[in-house]
């Protein structure tokens, strides 16, 4: 039982470059804090980080939009280029009106935009924004791996987003890649404070620790990508169980 | 800025009684952790003790459920008497299937079953559920105010519960009751990372605070329903921002 955790931010994580290696920066800024990666820790790090590091970059010159696109960019009052890349990121168009394009992503999560973004993008002159990476889940067991490497100890990752949810107002962190750790627990079956069987309980372990982490990253200029989450005490699972686990079946989804 | 957080578990709060003195038993669980409140420090506890100690329990036999609270309770397999207690606490029934009656509680959140639920609960041969309380913003502010008689400190407090979202498997912390902190921090204004404006950014402050104490609070029969984030840094606010302003306005909602 967890009773005590500790959530601090590596300092001096430099703004990225497309090729710099993540690992290597982490271990700097754990040096530069005085810490060692210890097991059972939990690094979490944001969603921005690794897709400027793979460079997930798009430049709007190179989008032609559709004209499916151009119809609802007038809609959602955006600009058409965003909304083709948009698209192209994405299996369904949820909901749309103006200024909001909530869209299911092609790898599962239901979020405004794509989770396409242009804030903290430095542009130098070309109009360019960044997508989510191709694969978070393995972007986080790379990133495992590379620390397990340079550190030889082995600790659970998570990539997190800030998004905003139905019904409630703000952003709050919401895990979109994880490597080492059960992102959906399963409680089924554990007996609750009187020894019932809880039916039903699967917790989003994931989702806790992304916005946990969310705290200490900030959300404007901050700039304090990497967090660890120390603590936790949970085994390490196999890479598996990545959190594609959080997303809700299509079909058992009502609200959509 | 924050750089670093601490979150622990007061140890020894026990099963709760109506009428418990929940300030005392807070102030029994510092000292046994051997801690004092800290000025800055925000206090998540579950919405259950809350509900138990203002006792808020219903009693299923002294309900009579009405014709449509019969014919939901087929629809969506429920007991017909939980199924009225659910429509009494509520303006709204948003969504209902087998298993899951999703409705907007009178206090404005959307969330399932009204909030009621029977895990946790010690019967003691009696059928009963228990409620959220009647007014969690209040409900925290004296808390909060009793524990600045007790201790000389003012702190933050935060009513959290364990709630599902639609489109994520998984519950997560949430705030359905605040004092002293901006549940919704509004970070509208402030400059990114490049000096370019933000925007909109407001962040679920309450929300991510609910989910973080979830992460140490465990939802099974580990018993640790109160939890001391320390480290956020934030300066106390007038009790008037309670949780509320984490709901969005009916008509901004596309997801009803």
Redo the contacts between chains.
Sequence with gaps: ?????????L?GIP?VEPGDDLAKLIVDGLTAAGQNLQPGDVLVAAQKIFSKTENCYAALADVTPSVRAQELAVEVDKDPRVVQLILDESTEVV?H?VG?L?VAHRLG??LANAGIDA?????GGVEQVLLLPLDPDKSCAQLRADLREKTGTDISVVMND?LG??????????AIGSSGLPA??N?KG???????E?IV?????G???S??A???Q???????PVVI?RG?GLPLTADGSGAG????LRDE????
């Design positions: 039982m967890t009773t005590r955790l500790e959530i601090f931010a300092p703004m909901r009106r909001v909530v999560f239901v804030s903290n993008i430095a542009g800030s949810r139905p019904w409630r107002n703000g952003t709050v962190g919401v959906l627990l409680l554990k007996d609750d404070l009187f020894g019932r809880l309980t699967e917790v989003g372990l989702d806790e620790l916005a946990a969310g705290l200490v900030g959300q404007a200029g901050e700039g304090q989450v936790l686990a959080l997303i809700r989804d009502m609200f959509r």
